[in-house]
């Protein structure tokens, strides 16, 4: 296999390590609380830092530590050079990364690159007429001049709607104009036409880098450029997604920043055509060396309610399309670029409550979607939790849900035509603060994460999922997970080949993952009744490995229990 080496600006047989990492998500703020104000903070990581590497994760992501409103937990950035006083100080994070890696571990950090704070010097002096940097920094936004009806009302430049519920624009009385801003008002986006604010942006990245940091996952990475014609739309969301000006930027950035420092860089984007996704991530061009992408996150979407539209609306999970999402992606990057594969993170529903089954197949789902993930090739991300099978959450009240996301859409959903119980069970269902409840450690009060009322409320199923109850336990999910990471190394799992079986059935999840020694194949009932398989293969050869109800010998025709998974493996 061939890796393309950016610095040497050819392909290479040497695998890079990010190839062969586990990466966990952090999402720091809810992770450990260290010095009891309830909010995570990087003491609190330091302090797990054995725990992961015990886990056997050798990569750690952190959601954005730097000085923020936390208007959107912290990627509304107001200063990217400082630390948030939330989660400690500059020393704090140089002694996370010297001791994470002291354990072989790799940093990555989140970046930013869209949008700041409404708070950040650079808008504080765009949106001020008499500040002596507003010449400077007014083309670091996006800002345009109102449009007027037939009786003289204002309007704004467009109908676009933002990622989080209202309008795109928001009106600047000291300029007369609005500024543009796809995620909350607070969160201006910039602009990348302009040289001088991707240099600073730039310099912000390669600060970092010199801390010690090994890579990067850039934020909202497909919406960098916007379509400058402004022409109404609504939602409108072609005229700032995947533009393809925005490769252009990310190629820049790859080639000066990244490339050169020997940076791994995730990007975070929506969809992408195979064109698209070999510019991302193709071994021989710069933008990225992997893509976050959601093809298979809202694959339960039902399209037909109008009340609580889009990703809100709860229907029935279609199996099909979850499996072809990851079989599109491997046929698309096959030896030409390399594949990131996860669940979910901190902007989706809890993946145990989400496609599996919460309360009657608590463990055997979640140890079928740990089956699933962590046999396939790729690199995969562990998001915070996961491996203890944590939950959605279970608010009564909508002052128990923290998302700025979640205001404005309850208000969307009453005016459409919801009860407020409707909207309250779309919360605790599609929310994201579903993955965003605090680490449940142990059964102790507040779950172990801080001795005082945490930020957000802990799930209250605490006592019953926590890591302190599942390490001791050889049967639980935990162990599943510890056991399934530790294969992945010895088995070099992240270098197979992935090929899909019965791909178009619509309750079955089975597929092969062929290594260089060994012919893995997963096979899966993604449903809570009892389903029939009908494999078309080989049978002879396979010992099974793993089974979340009983060791089975593999048969042509197997009756799957609700949630039944099996793994086996055939040497070669
Ligand atoms: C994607 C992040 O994952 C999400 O949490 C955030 O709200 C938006 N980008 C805006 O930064
Ligand atoms: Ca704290």
């Given at each position: ?9 050819e392909c290479v047989m040497e695998k890079k390590w990010w190839q062969d990492a586990i990466i966990y998500q952090i999402y720091l703020r809810s992770f450990k609380d260290s010095n009891n104000d309830g909010i995570g903070d990087f003491n609190g990581l330091i302090s797990k ?112 709607r933002s990622w989080f519920g209202g309008p795109v624009w928001e009106y600047n009385e000291k300029t007369d104009e609005y500024y543009l801003h796809i995620f909350s008002k607070k969160m201006p986006d910039l602009n990348w036409r302009n040289e001088n604010m991707k240099n ?373």
């Amino acid at each position: 296999m061939y890796f393309f080496n950016r610095n040497k600006g050819e392909c290479v047989m040497e695998k890079k390590w990010w190839q062969d990492a586990i990466i966990y998500q952090i999402y720091l703020r809810s992770f450990k609380d260290s010095n009891n104000d309830g909010i995570g903070d990087f003491n609190g990581l330091i302090s797990k830092l054995d725990y992961l590497n015990d886990l056997g994760v050798n990569a750690i992501w952190v959601s954005p530590h730097y000085q923020s409103p936390m208007d959107d937990n912290g990627y509304d950035v107001s200063n990217y050079y400082k630390v948030s006083k939330d989660y400690g100080n500059i020393d704090n994070v140089v002694d996370f990364i010297e001791k994470a890696h002291a354990r072989d571990m790799k940093v990555i950090f989140d970046l930013v690159l869209n949008h700041t704070s409404d708070e950040h010097e650079w808008f504080e002096a765009a949106k001020d007429p008499s500040h002596p940097d507003h010449l400077k920094y007014h083309d670091y936004y996006i800002w345009q001049k109102p449009k007027y009806d037939n009786e003289g009302n204002k309007k704004m430049p467009t109908n676009w709607r933002s990622w989080f519920g209202g309008p795109v624009w928001e009106y600047n009385e000291k300029t007369d104009e609005y500024y543009l801003h796809i995620f909350s008002k607070k969160m201006p986006d910039l602009n990348w036409r302009n040289e001088n604010m991707k240099n600073d942006l730039k310099a912000v990245a390669k600060w970092w880098i010199d801390k010690g940091v090994d890579g990067f996952r850039v934020d909202a990475s497909n919406h960098l450029e916007k379509n400058w014609d402004f022409p109404d739309a609504h939602p409108g969301y072609e005229h700032f997604s995947s533009l393809p000006k925005h490769h252009e930027y990310l190629e820049e950035f790859g080639v000066e920043i990244f490339g050169p420092n020997d940076i791994m860089a995730m990007g975070e984007a929506g969809g992408a055509t195979k064109e698209e996704a070999i510019k991302y991530c193709g071994y021989e061009n710069n933008e990225f060396d992997m893509l976050i992408h959601f093809g298979h996150c809202w694959a339960d979407c039902d399209d037909s309610n109008h009340i609580t539209p889009g990703k809100w609306s709860k229907g029935k999970i279609d199996v099909k399309s979850i499996k072809n999402s990851f079989n599109k992606w491997f046929k698309m990057l096959n030896g030409e670029g390399w594949n990131l594969i996860y669940w979910h993170n901190h902007d989706h529903p809890r993946i145990l409550s989400h496609y599996g089954n919460d309360s009657v197949y608590h463990n055997e789902s979640g140890k079928m979607l740990a089956y699933i993930l962590y046999m396939m090739p790729g690199t995969p991300i562990v998001y915070q939790g996961e491996e203890i099978g944590m939950t959605n959450v279970d608010y009564e009240n909508l002052t128990d849900f923290r998302d700025v996301e979640v205001y404005t859409e309850y208000d969307n959903f009453l005016s459409f035509g919801a009860t407020h119980e409707v909207a309250m069970q779309t919360l605790r269902d599609r929310s994201r603060d579903n993955a965003r409840s605090p680490f449940q450690w142990d059964s102790s009060i507040n779950a172990g994460f801080s001795s005082t009322t945490p930020w957000m409320n802990v799930n209250r199923n605490f006592s019953a999922i926590n890591l302190e109850k599942q390490i001791k336990d050889e049967t639980s999910i935990y162990s599943t997970y510890k056991s399934l990471f530790k294969l992945r190394k010895e088995e070099n799992i992240s270098d197979g080949i992935l090929e899909f079986i019965d791909i178009e059935n619509d309750s079955s999840f089975i597929y092969t993952n062929e290594t260089k020694t060994a012919i893995f194949l997963v096979v899966s009932n993604f449903t809570t009744h009892k389903i029939m398989t009908n494999l078309d293969i080989d049978i002879n050869g396979y010992e099974n490995i793993y089974n979340n109800y009983t060791n089975r010998e593999l048969n042509k025709e197997m009756k799957l229990l609700p949630y039944e998974a099996l793994v086996y493996k055939k040497k070669k």
